[in-house]
């Protein structure tokens, strides 16, 4: 764990999140921004509506990281912008239900594009990690940017033990396509459109982490 991270200690094991006794609603959805007066509160009342545990959220638009407990009951974990008057762009977040902020183990914010948490399960020695992503367009002129993007990417995965469960969510800014030649063990025929370059970075990950689409 970095600076930008927390964690809990051994002792004080979190109550687990997945269990066979009840469902488990994990989604994503970039909200376009968090930066104005309400919108945070409305993204916690749409994550209620839909009994979601685990809500990540892509352009978020808040600077610097931390956590911060909501009026509503809601837990926000968030990454973005560190440099002092960066702007008010990018940024993921992972909004957490009561239940889910029982069950966090520790998270990490990687950069105003990845954050990570690990939560526990029914199994002691096998923990969940999200990793909630904001991808840079597929037009993105600057292709450093997409490198980069995705060597922080691998990073993070690469530190994930075997065992663990893990979800890799977000808005990647990808198409994949309806044509899986090559990729039959990691997606199906059932994309739309044509892969085009993000969608091909992302199927490359996919693959060398044996990561299903």
């Known amino acids: ?3 930008n991270s927390e964690s809990r200690k051994e002792a004080a094991r979190p109550t687990p999140l997945l269990t066979t006794r009840r469902t488990t609603r994990i989604a994503t ?3 376009q921004t968090m930066y104005q007066a309400g919108k945070t509160l409305q993204v916690a009342r749409e994550m209620k509506t839909y009994k979601i545990q685990v809500l990540g959220i892509s352009e978020a638009r808040w600077t610097t ?3 911060v407990r909501l009026s509503s009951g809601e837990e926000v974990l968030y990454s973005g912008h560190q440099e002092e008057g960066a702007p008010h762009t990018l940024g993921v977040a992972l909004m957490l239900a009561p239940e889910a902020q029982r069950a966090l183990i520790g998270y990490e914010a990687i950069s105003p ?17 999200i990793i ?13 940017k997409k490198d980069n993007y995705y060597w922080q990417l691998q990073a993070v995965l690469d530190g994930i033990k075997d065992r663990d469960i893990t979800l890799v969510m977000g808005d990647f800014n990808a198409k994949v396509g309806g044509e899986n030649a090559g990729y039959e063990d990691i997606m199906g025929k059932h994309g739309l459109g044509q892969m085009n370059d993000n969608g091909e970075r992302f199927a490359e990950m996919c693959a060398l982490n044996q990561l299903v689409i």
Do not use: H
Not at 113 to 129: E, G, P, Q, S, V
Not at 136 to 141: A, I, L, M, Q, S
């Open 113 to 129: 594009r990845i954050i990570t948490a690990k939560f526990a399960t029914k199994k002691k020695n096998i923990n969940l990690n």
């Open 65 to 67: 990281s931390g956590r």
């Open 132 to 144: 909630q992503c904001y991808a840079p367009t597929n037009d993105e002129p600057d292709v450093e």
């Open 1 to 3: 764990m970095t600076s």
């Open 29 to 31: 959805w970039n909200v």
